[in-house]
């Protein structure tokens, strides 16, 4: 089955560093990922989408210049989080419709990244 | 836009017992997806079970059963003979099927599922 790889798992930087989380499709081509945010024992907030070869569609109230994500390629997405703080801390995670996939089909998760600003 | 509700941010089944976990949402469109995924403390997004909402029929994938309302825009999921490895936080999500629109997921806030030996 389709598999998304994301990395790294887990990430410790301190305040006003930055830090880039990827994520790949491995057997797929993925023309559009969906970026996450979840926080402890919470929902799963769409942050932005990120286009194959065009700027990434951010949600409202997602700051674009603190989440910077670059769709490299057909296979690979990037979430940076510039200038991190402790309130950035969080669980992100990628997602991606399969190559093929029709409306019903479910979207491919990777594994997250819990990011952790000291 | 679209909002989908879960109002049991907790629940708790016996092994072997069934449970049901209540989801609403709200659409005004005539054409979408609803999923339920499970997520282990692994974190893992897990799909468990999808519904077309042009499809009548519920959906059922072995222990796994949805009630779906589609006038009442209600999409419980039933877990029967429930074994302590369902136990995991369940998100309810639902997508849009209009053509041209993304294919983004929006979940409800979670239903924090508890299994007792």
């Known amino acids: 089955g389709a598999v998304v790889s994301q990395h790294p798992s887990w990430v410790i930087c301190k305040s006003g560093t930055s830090v880039k989380i990827e994520c790949r499709s491995l057997?797929?081509?993925?023309?559009?990922m969906f970026w996450y945010r979840q926080f402890p024992k919470k929902s799963l907030m769409l942050m932005a989408t990120?286009?194959?070869?065009?700027?990434?569609?951010?949600e409202q109230g997602v700051e674009k210049d603190k989440f910077l994500i670059n769709h490299a390629s057909l296979t690979l997405s990037t979430l940076t989080v510039t200038s991190a703080h402790p309130e950035d801390s969080s669980f992100y995670i990628c997602?991606?419709?399969?190559?093929?996939?029709?409306?019903?089909?479910?979207?491919?998760f990777g594994n997250g990244t819990r990011l952790t600003v000291t | 836009a679209q909002t989908v509700t879960q109002s049991q941010p907790e629940m708790s089944v016996q092994e072997a017992e069934t449970v049901t976990l209540s989801c609403t949402y709200d659409?005004?469109?005539?054409?979408?997806?609803l999923f339920w995924y499970k997520q282990p403390p692994s974190r893992q997004m897990i799909l468990v079970i999808r519904?077309?909402?042009?499809?009548?029929q519920n959906a059922t994938e072995n222990r796994f059963s949805v009630n779906f309302q589609k006038a009442a825009k209600s999409f419980s999921l039933k877990i029967s003979d429930s074994q302590l490895g369902d136990a995991a936080m369940y998100f309810c999500?639902?997508?849009?099927?209009?053509?041209?629109?993304?294919?983004?997921?929006?979940f409800g806030s979670g239903t924090q599922l508890t299994v007792l030996p």
């Open positions: 997602s991606a419709p399969g190559q093929w996939s029709s409306y019903n089909s479910p979207l491919h």
């Open positions: 057997d797929f081509q993925a023309t559009t």
């Open positions: 990120s286009n194959e070869g065009s700027k990434a569609t951010y």
């Open positions: 659409t005004s469109e005539s054409d979408y997806y």
């Open positions: 519904q077309e909402a042009y499809k009548q």
């Open positions: 999500a639902y997508r849009s099927a209009l053509s041209g629109s993304a294919r983004q997921l929006t």
